[in-house]
């Protein structure tokens, strides 16, 4: 059967720990799609709106010329609400500038989250990995009897943690979609539009799945130290 | 050394040190096994039998002398030399069966294997007397479940069988249907190890005393 195809049939283990991993991770990447989509959609509209005339709402002032002046005035009335409010003395161009900055920060920002959200999610396998592997010391022991490796055994199990990695980003990627299809179709966002690259699937899947195999090198590792004779001591 | 030997023990001595105080566990044991033998090592707990098994297995490195198996030196063998020697040369079973609870029967047999060979794992299975390949460990009787770690632990064609109490927590009746499976294998080099006295009639036999081999 071969040690590799262990690393599969083991997430048949623990599952209680294994699923709360796997939600774990798939909330981070379901909050990371939704924050990094909004903030493709952001700079989507920044880029769109800025190249046709300079800056974002430059490019609303154009349409003046095709007869359309209401944003036009729009904009002069809240820069007028916000001069006279704050007691500054933007002018237009000043206050669409820092708007747009504004935007790119927010934008980053997302990102940011979005990031420290995955991490969260993907740091549990440490710990996971770490409570898996504790409990089969006599069953690495046996394996080494039967003329297994060290490097194997940590083969194996680095790729188990990569499998959950694996298994969450895709439940994660696919409920993630979902929700901001529902989003998007039910509740308009309106201005910003939600952008959902094929690459963004792609790169969550594979930044996740990277992350847990890293995340799991150590438990992995440290299990293929283990001793043979006190292995096949433990009573797990 | 003759070349029909399968294990060969020149001068091995293993030594425990724990806490600074050491302990010998086998002190300048030599023999060897011949080919197809049934060899049975008897002695009370603590004797060195579980150390010597560990020796032969190359799960552990003797402190002083030198181990051969099938002609083949291991004293300056690296882990992944060890690795196949074992995987070619060598099979295990142990008191407990130490099979993989989430594995069926079959797949436990199949686990050691280098090239998976599903009805080779069947035929073995048959050699112990065990047919219900998809059933799981916890459905079986510790008898059943040490017929199955002996079918595991021929997978590969070992010559040398190395079992470290394998009837330790088996009855008198368990005892003789487990050992009786080793008159089938007739081609096989096996070393026991054993506190019960009654298998004697089954192998030749040797008395390990506190580290010192006696025939």
Known sequence: ?236 | MNTEDILTFKDVSKVYKKGGVERVALNNLSFSLNSQTHTLIKGPSGAGKTSLIYLAGLIKKPSAGEILVNGISTQNLNEEGCSNLIKNEIGFIFRRSNLLPYLSILENVMLPMVSADKEKAKRLLEKVELDDWNRFPHELSIEAEQRVALARSLVNDPTLLLADEPTGELDEDETDNFIGLFDKMDDLTILMTSDQNSLNQFFQDYELEYGVLKL
């Open chain 1, 1 to 236: 059967m071969g040690i590799y195809a262990l690393s599969w049939k083991n997430l048949r283990r623990n599952r209680l720990r294994n699923l709360s991993t796997v939600l774990r991770i798939s909330l981070g990447v379901i909050i990371l799609l939704i924050l990094v989509s909004s903030g493709l959609g952001i700079s989507s509209f920044i880029e769109k709106s800025g190249t046709s005339n300079g800056n974002i709402l430059a490019g609303q002032k154009s349409n003046q010329t095709s007869g359309t002046d209401n944003q036009t005035n729009i904009v002069s009335s809240a820069v007028n609400y916000l001069n006279s409010f704050l007691g500054s003395t933007f002018t237009e161009n000043q206050l669409i500038n820092r708007l747009e900055s504004f935007l790119v920060n927010v934008v980053y920002i997302l990102d940011g989250i979005a990031s420290i959200a995955l991490l969260i999610g993907v740091l549990g396998i440490m710990n996971t990995m770490g409570f898996n592997l504790s409990g089969r010391k006599r069953e690495i022991g046996l394996l080494k009897c039967m003329g297994f490796t060290k490097r194997q055994i940590f083969i194996s199990c680095t790729l188990e943690a990569g499998l959950l990695g694996l298994i969450g980003s895709i439940i994660g990627v696919i409920v993630g979609t979902l929700g901001i299809w529902i989003i998007s179709t039910f509740f308009q966002p309106g201005l910003f539009t939600i952008l959902l690259p094929f690459w963004l699937f792609i790169g969550t899947i594979t930044v996740t799945t990277m992350l847990s195999l890293v995340l799991g090198l150590y438990p992995a590792w440290f299990t293929s130290q283990i001793n043979v004779e006190e292995a096949l001591l433990c009573e797990y």
